[in-house]
């Protein structure tokens, strides 16, 4: 299963090693939100993060209606991942959502 978090304050950065730091520091202080839940279903060949991304943008409609993916208890309050928000893979690995593509955090 593949976790997605949001920034409780995004500021949508994420441009040099400070900005990874201070995201570091506001993951270990706690803040960051888990809004949803995501199955990938078999046989997708995106990565984890990739996958969870795409699903938890609202494109034609709310993203929480998505197959597959289940949100927090906020839902239909939440928007779309974006820049700084975090991806935990069903390996465990954290990644952090960049301008262009993802950092380990």
Known sequence: MIEVYHRKQPTFELYDDNDL???????AAGGYERVA??????GEKRDDEDYAFRVTNSIDSYWGDNE???PGPKAGTYRSTSV???VKGSDGTLLICAPAGWQRL
């Open 21 to 27: 730091a201070e995201h570091r520091q506001t993951w």
């Open 37 to 42: 839940y995501v199955v990938k279903p078999l």
């Open 68 to 70: 597959g993916v289940t």
């Open 84 to 86: 700084g928000d975090v």
